[in-house]
């Protein structure tokens, strides 16, 4: 089970970027899999209560933490898939953070500055709904983006995008020598997907508080955002900060890879609950003998 669990991780799973092609992976990949939703279902559930468990080990021995960034577009299925796939972690050992359009404090600093300011302490699981990466990709798109960050006029080069994406690439490298393990999930949903679920938001009452008609503008840019992404990936994935190119037009399917990516890479810390010394075992045995008396 766990060498096809491996097979599966390792066919979206990009650690060197410098071949990378977004066109070779498919958003309606299931890697052979086919199954009922009870089934989906089911396997998802034993995967949330496997995290619930590390997760423990990692909040106890506090010497590790986890940092899990989602960019997509819109409608791929980011919050449903932190809802359900951190839905039995507990939420003391757990923090999200969603980033929007940035404050005019925000704009006051660096580029990195909010999302430091977020990053998860030891022993926690930080998960990061949109990040840094929206520096190369929203505002790659909308270059007017750029020209309201303040930055002096001769930053503002032709190779601001290559400079970011080393900046990141470095402060990713950065948090990995710090025991920050940064694992990065790009969910990738096809325009004809996205499309139907658009659909659902305008024609469902209760969707319509998610839907926006500048989503739908958006999609004008689609080719530009899949060439910041590809361009993003190439320049980032690394085997220390991977990324995980998850196919999103089957929400069971993406939930479960996302689930099994943060799993494999909880188990690669060896984590244990803390091993108690001779003087806090005796304190134990004292600590009894008192309750008993």
């Known amino acids: 089970m766990e060498q096809r669990i491996e097979s599966v991780l390792s066919r979206f799973r990009v650690e060197d970027g410098k071949a990378f092609h977004l066109k070779d992976h498919r958003p309606d990949d299931t890697a052979g899999l086919e199954m009922k939703k009870k089934e989906a279902a089911e396997l998802l559930q034993r995967g ?15 010497r590790w933490a986890v940092l899990c960034i989602f960019q997509a577009m819109d409608a791929a299925g ?4 932190i809802k359900h796939v951190f839905s039995g972690v507990n939420p003391q050992g757990c923090h999200v953070a969603s980033f ?6 925000e704009l006051d ?4 500055w909010r999302h430091v300011n977020a990053l998860p302490s030891r022993g926690t699981i930080g998960i990061h709904n949109r990040s840094w990466y929206e520096e190369v990709l929203v505002a790659r798109v909308h270059p007017a983006i750029v020209e309201s960050q303040k930055l002096p006029p001769k930053l503002l080069t032709k190779r601001i995008w ?3 994406l080393e900046d ?3 402060f990713e490298r ?3 020598r710090q025991g920050v393990v940064v694992l990065k999930f790009f969910l990738h949903v096809s325009p004809e997907e996205q499309r139907e679920r658009f659909l659902k938001r305008v024609a469902e009452p209760e969707k319509h508080w998610k839907f926006s008609a500048n989503d739908v503008a958006e999609r004008k840019h689609w080719d530009a955002y899949q060439a910041a992404y590809e361009a993003a ?10 990324w995980y190119v998850v196919p999103a037009d089957r929400k069971w399917f993406t939930r479960l890879v996302v689930a099994a990516a943060i799993a494999k890479a909880l188990e690669g810390l060896a984590l244990h609950y803390p091993v108690l010394t001779d003087a806090q075992r005796r304190a134990l045995v004292q600590a009894r003998e008192d309750l008993g008396a």
């Open 78 to 81: 980011k919050d449903g898939a």
């Open 233 to 242: 990936i190439r320049a980032t994935a690394t085997p220390d900060a991977p």
């Open 109 to 112: 600093h660096d580029f990195l």
């Open 174 to 176: 950065y948090l990995g």
């Open 48 to 62: 949330v209560d496997y995290l619930a468990t590390q997760q423990d080990m990692l909040y106890a021995q506090d």
């Open 100 to 105: 929007k359009a940035p404050s005019a404090n």
């Open 162 to 164: 290559d400079e970011r």
């Open 168 to 170: 990141i690439a470095a």
